[in-house]
Structures are given as C-alpha cells and as structure tokens.
C-alpha cells in the first residue's frame, strides 16, 4: 500500500504565502510524477502544477509566476510554494502520485486526503 500525507492547508490573507508538503509512504518502488491538484467548490478537480523524476515541472496558466513546485526524491516528498495568494486559489489541494509498488509492476495513481487553502481577507 502507498500512503499520502499532506500538510500545510491554512487560512491565509490575499497577497500571502503557504508552503504545502505531501509525504508518500508505504510500498513504493519507484515514483515517476508528483502533482498538485486543487477542487473549489461546484468546480471541477483541476491540476495546479507536476514535476517529473527528471525533475521536470509544469504549472497551469493560472498560478505560473506565483506556485512554485519541488521535489525532495530521497524523502518522497512533494512541495507546493504558493507565494501572492488570491481569493480565487481557495480550494482543497490534492497531492497525486504515479508510482509502481515493484519491479515489473504497472504504473497507478494515489491521492492524497487532501488540505484545505482559505484565502480570504
């Protein structure tokens, strides 16, 4: 089994920062992407930023510039810098692996619980 924990979801003024983490743990043999996913409510999940093994990043339009994504590969650990917060980036994030659990095994998604992100005056 694999498991998911993230950390860091807070209540946040407009123009503020939040750093997210998201450890994975468990059975895990190798890690390909590592992605941040975000929900608000009555919309649909939406991907906010991935990073590959390579160390690859993409970020969608609506946070480039202010999101920020790394990985820490020894610790498999995802990260999320979130700098000039907006009211619009109020969801709950989600953190989302694609991983193997064995040497031959099938490439799978896991999520994580997911963190809530308030950002509001």
Same mark, same amino acid.
């Given at each position: 089994?694999?498991?998911?924990?993230?950390?860091?979801?807070?209540?946040?003024?407009?123009?503020?920062?939040?750093?997210?983490?998201?450890?994975?743990?468990?059975?895990?043999?190798?890690?390909?992407?590592?992605?941040?996913?975000?929900? +608000?409510?009555?919309?649909?999940?939406?991907?906010?930023?991935?990073?590959?093994?390579? @160390?690859? #990043?993409? /970020?969608?339009?609506?946070?480039?510039?202010?999101?920020?994504?790394?990985?820490?590969?020894?610790?498999?650990?995802?990260?999320?810098?979130?700098?000039?917060?907006?009211?619009?980036?109020? +969801?709950?994030?989600?953190?989302?692996?694609?991983?193997?659990?064995?040497?031959?095994? @099938?490439? #799978?998604? /896991?999520?994580?619980?997911?963190?809530?992100?308030?950002?509001?005056?």
């Amino acid at each position: 089994q694999v498991q998911l924990v993230e950390s860091g979801g807070d209540l946040v003024q407009p123009g503020g920062s939040l750093r997210l983490s998201c450890a994975a743990s468990g059975s895990i043999f190798s890690i390909w992407a590592m992605n941040w996913y975000r929900q +608000a409510p009555g919309k649909q999940r939406e991907l906010v930023a991935g990073i590959t093994q390579g @160390g690859n #990043a993409n /970020y969608a339009d609506a946070v480039k510039g202010r999101f920020t994504i790394s990985r820490d590969k020894a610790k498999n650990t995802v990260y999320l810098q979130m700098n000039s917060l907006k009211p619009e980036d109020t +969801a709950v994030y989600y953190c989302n692996i694609n991983a193997r659990e064995g040497e031959g095994w @099938g490439w #799978a998604d /896991y999520w994580g619980q997911g963190t809530q992100v308030t950002v509001s005056s």
